[in-house]
């Protein structure tokens, strides 16, 4: 399975700032994910990040709170927008090759707004 | 509709006891898959284990076994001589053959020394 790494492992922020997480894996990859998953909860699909065009987002998330850039195969970014303590979570990318129904998983990014 | 319960909330065990994880899943789809992921406390999601829906057989990889039941939409986890480093999240997951999982709300393992 390929190797995924994430930036910032955590970080606390001040409500009304934006942090950008990164999501990079050590070979291309069909398809990135990324997932919320708030305390104590289940995971929670936030978009899929598509190369070359804009991520598909879930229901109940939006572009302007949860932008996603996947510039190339290996590599995408999450930015948590405008934060409230509301958006303290673990924040996950998830790769999956073409036709492979497993995804697999990035350490996490625990965020905590104040 | 998809969902997956995972009634457990949590579970406490002695070291060395055989401990019992179940997973209970609703699709109307044929065409399947259902997963397990561990999330130790670090908070990375580790794979276990997929099944796709026309396999009904077992699976037994060293202390970990599965038992998938499609007549009672059961995909049970069993460890067996439970160890301290089995403490963690245990997560079902089910697909419908896209790439969207759906998870359930997971089972807190802590194995006691």
């Known amino acids: 399975s390929a190797v995924i790494s994430q930036k910032p492992s955590r970080d606390i922020c001040q409500r009304g700032t934006s942090l950008t997480i990164q999501c990079q894996v050590d070979s291309q990859v069909t398809m990135m994910f990324w997932y919320r998953q708030q305390p104590g909860q289940s995971l929670t699909l936030i978009a899929t990040?598509?190369?070359?065009?804009?991520?598909?987002?879930e229901s109940g998330f939006v572009i302007d709170k949860f932008p996603i850039s996947r510039p190339n195969l290996t590599f995408s970014t999450l930015t948590v927008s405008n934060m409230s303590p509301e958006d303290s979570s673990i924040y996950l990318c998830?790769?999956?090759?073409?036709?492979?129904?497993?995804?697999?998983f990035g350490p996490g990014t625990r965020l905590t707004v104040t | 509709a998809q969902k997956v319960t995972q009634a457990q909330t949590e579970i406490s065990v002695v070291e060395k006891e055989d401990v019992t994880l179940d997973c209970v899943y609703e699709t109307r789809d044929t065409t399947y898959y259902l997963f397990w992921y561990k999330q130790p406390p670090s908070g990375e999601l580790v794979f276990l284990i997929r099944r796709n829906s026309f396999d009904e057989q077992n699976e037994i990889s060293g202390r970990y076994s599965w038992n998938f039941q499609k007549s009672t939409s059961s995909f049970n986890f069993t460890i067996t001589a439970s160890q301290v480093v089995d403490s963690a999240v245990y997560f079902c997951a089910l697909s419908e053959g896209t790439y969207k999982y759906i998870f359930g709300t997971g089972t807190r393992l802590k194995v006691l020394a």
């Open positions: 990040a598509n190369q070359g065009s804009e991520a598909t987002y």
């Open positions: 998830s790769v999956a090759g073409t036709g492979e129904s497993v995804q697999y």
